[in-house]
Structures are given as structure tokens and as C-alpha cells.
């Protein structure tokens, strides 16, 4: 069984550069869905073919343990950025439970490669009140300075606010009543540092177009080594 991910119109690079951060993620070691096929039809439409993994952790209600979602988020995050890469949307839609213990992540139309550190801080905010939402404010603040440490917290701290996180985050925010002054503030006192000012955020979905233009590049070049 195949999952059509995706279909794009015209020359591809969306195709292109979604195929190819999802091998580079593979190969940095998280679970993500295995690229079956990406090519053209013969209608000229773009197609990438993923074979799906897990659930989305949105779904899951019983049998994970809140600490252990906690830890295993972090783990796909730090292995995310130990490769350079942001995925830009670590929500519970995207962040999916795999076999009985291991979290994947889907989902990389706006993922990139060598980012900023607002990027990289940006995917940790998303982190933080990905596992807040699924096991409470405490552990995911405690997961989150085990992962980061207090230099990572405080560094993360400006941007988690809601111009960081996914349109679904914000829904389940509002809908959690999470109160993300509270939750900074909280986090701040953990890593022991006064609250930070926020962080003044643009919205980033794709790359630059010479980026683009290179994954294309680079996409061939893997997928024929």
C-alpha cells in the first residue's frame, strides 16, 4: 500500500525539494516515509509517491506515556538538527507514532537545509508546545530542557509565541486554553533566567528560490548515487 502524497503541477521543484528532504531525513536517522517513487507523468504533473508510516500523535489517545512522548519528539528534533535541517511544522499532525515506542515526522513541503538559527529555534518552539499539548506543560518543559539544555531553553524562549507555531497549533492552543505567556515564563524560571523579550518573527514556508533550484540539483544527484 502506497500513499499519494503529493501532485504539483509544472516543472516540479516543490515535488523535488519535498522527495529530497525527506531522504536526507531518513538517512540523518528519523523514521519518515519511505520515497517510492518521484517523477513526471505523462500529463506533465509533477508526482512524489510516499509509502506512509504511523499515526499522527493528534490521534493517539491511549498507551504512550507522556515522558516517553516527550523524549522521543526530542529525539527526532535533535536528530533533525544535528543533520541541519528544520522541518517548520513539528505539530501533532506531522509528529506521528510509529510501532509502540517510536515518534516519525511527515511532511517536509517546508522543511530546509542549512537554516538560520531563528529557523532552528523556531522548530523548537513548535516542540515545546507540541509535547505541552500532548503531556502537559511540566513534562514537555522538563523534556525540553533535557534536550536543549538551559542555554537551549533560554535561546528558545523568544520565540514561543504564536506567530511561530503551525495554524493548527494555534487552534489547539485556543482550544487548550495553553496560556503561552505562562508557559515562557515557566520555562524561564526552569532554566533560571528572567523572561525574554519576544523575538519579532516573519513567516517562513519554502526556501529561497536558489535553494529550490539547487535541491533540484541535489535530488538527482542522491537519488541516483
Known sequence: EVLLEAVVAGVGQQVQHEAFLTLLAGQAGVHTQPVVTAGVTVEDDALLVLRPIGRPLASVQDGWAPDKTVNRVWQVVGRLHAARIVHGQLDAHHLVAVGDDEVGLI????????PSEELLR????????????????????RGALEALG?????????????????????????????DLDEL?????EL???????????RRVTLGSILQVLLMGVAFFALLTA
Open 122 to 141: 523556531t522548530d523548537e518552539a513548535q516542540a515545546i508546545v507540541t509535547t505541552a499539548l500532548i503531556a502537559g506543560a511540566e513534562p514537555a518543559l
Open 191 to 201: 532554566a533560571g533566567v528572567p523572561a525574554p523579550a519576544l523575538q519579532k518573527l
Open 150 to 178: 538551559p542555554d537551549g531553553v533560554t535561546a528558545t524562549l523568544p520565540f514561543l509565541q504564536e506567530p511561530a507555531l503551525t495554524a493548527p497549533q494555534r487552534a489547539e492552543v485556543r482550544a487548550a486554553a495553553l
Open 184 to 188: 515562557r515564563a515557566r520555562a524561564a
Open 107 to 114: 511532511g517536509f513541503q517546508a522543511a530546509m537545509v542549512g
